[in-house]
């Protein structure tokens, strides 16, 4: 019998993935949605092998329910439809924060299993219209195991996450997962709001290069998704935040000094441990 | 008589503007540098039409005179070779503060003309090891002229903002260019270091995405260079982190406060604004 892998939620990263798994493994591709031009263009598009608003018809007999939803919408699917997904079933996600929707997990019933899943891709766009197979490629594929999650499900995640092109694969626990992403991923979208809320900012049109379109890139973010992200995960981003001011602020000490040598002891302290990172960069000249 | 164009400092600026205006307009172009290895990597690459380390005798005779040293560089160099430019010359530059370029060309005697010039272009490494030609397609090229620069000189840099690929160009004030760089190019880069001074820099590696790797990309500055470029622009730097460390401070506040509809009100409202720029993007997944 065919296996089936359901993708619920055909927005921009629910969309990559069905295309992105398209003829995985024998699997059949089928993706949920409850907006019916989202359903109409995947279905034109072809993003997945069947499209559906039958969330619950869909989730019956599937191997596989991956949650492409945002998080309070991951959270309100589990709740609602724990009761139907077949034992056996591997039910994971793609969400930002991992505490509270492994919490949430919870709630299904013994034999159905729960792996948290982040892959760190995106753009600046939504909606299915920005999908595409390639969001994947070269990113860190995260992974927050249950306890009892079967070797066999970690297996099929870890052959997704090489199938869809991502770098690597890590393992963690969503309370080190959300205590890392407050820094890596909210707080820099927490930069680029902030820097286009300065007044200058439209004056500044014609003076901008790469690192000003790189640092605010996604400013133009997703409200909802981004309001619940930073919501279910607010103490540690206040405490990265905390940390930033109290950084940038030494900095504006240093400038307001006037002492140079102090700036360039500063400055070369900051820039050796990006060195040491030794992060290739997006070549913002592409 | 073949017409002369000397590029004074060959390191990534200098170099991919030597390599990028290779056959303009019938000019000889001619590099200095006071560094052999430079040299020897310039003169085996074609980075120029000659290469030479005597600045005086590369200057003498030529028609334009570009100067893509470092900030004081360009300073100390106007001083010292200010009787050595034929009357009708030009001088410009490439430097990413204005005002302090403007004054210093005050020296110049009559009949020398300077026009102050920044291509907004650049990559996070230095050295004419990492120029190519290519350094500064639809980037905008700022000119700040004296009242008294010539409408041939003017149109001189026009043509050759056009030959590099730059995609407009940009007529402005020294002031106003500093006032505006201190928010869209120094502060980034003061953004990228303080992001970096986080203890949990290195042990993020593995969980950063796009959005990471943008903000920071330009961390792993050019201490010397920076620590000019902050230092004589100062006070609108000064300016522009306060301004930010306020508008970051408020987000923290609304992110503390648990209030998700004030949130989400905020965060609307930041990323209308980016909307409204219509800025390109730099295509993070090239």
Chains 1, 2 share one sequence.
Not at 57 to 80: C, N, S, Y
Not at 83 to 92: A, E, H, I, N
Not at 206 to 221: H, M, Q
Request: glycine share 10%; charged share 20%.
């Amino acid at each position: 019998m065919e296996k089936k892998f359901v993708v619920v939620g055909l927005g921009l990263i629910g969309g990559s993935m069905a295309l992105a798994l398209k003829g995985f493994e024998g699997f059949r591709i089928v993706g949920v949605d409850v907006s019916q031009p989202t359903l109409r263009f995947a279905r034109e598009h072809g993003v997945a092998d069947e499209v559906t608003e039958n969330a619950a018809e869909a989730v019956e007999g599937a191997d596989v329910v991956m949650l492409a939803l945002h998080p309070q919408g991951i959270l309100d699917f589990l709740e609602r439809h724990r009761d139907q997904f077949k034992p056996g079933c591997l039910v994971t996600d793609v969400c930002g924060v991992k505490s509270a929707v492994m919490a949430a997990a919870e709630c299904l019933p013994e034999g159905v299993d729960f792996i948290g899943c982040h892959p760190m891709a995106g753009t600046e766009f939504s909606g299915v219209e920005h999908a595409f197979a390639g969001m994947f490629r070269d990113s860190h594929f995260i992974l927050t195991p249950r306890e009892t999650s079967t070797p066999e499900h970690l297996s099929l995640m870890e052959r997704l996450a090489e199938r869809i092109g991502c770098q690597d694969v890590v393992r963690t626990t969503p309370e080190v997962h959300d205590a890392i992403l407050a820094y890596t991923s909210q707080m820099m979208h927490i930069i680029a709001v902030s820097v286009c809320d300065d007044p200058s900012l439209f004056a500044c049109k014609g003076y901008e290069g790469s690192s000003f379109r790189g640092c605010t890139r996604v400013a133009a973010l997703d409200v909802g998704l981004w309001t619940q992200l930073f919501s279910l995960n607010a103490p540690a981003l206040v405490g990265c935040l905390d940390t930033l001011i109290g950084n940038l602020s030494a900095y504006r000490e240093a400038v307001a000094s006037g002492d140079r040598a102090a700036l360039a002891a500063k400055l070369a302290w900051s820039a050796d441990r990006k060195r040491q990172m030794d992060l290739p960069g997006p070549d913002l000249l592409g």
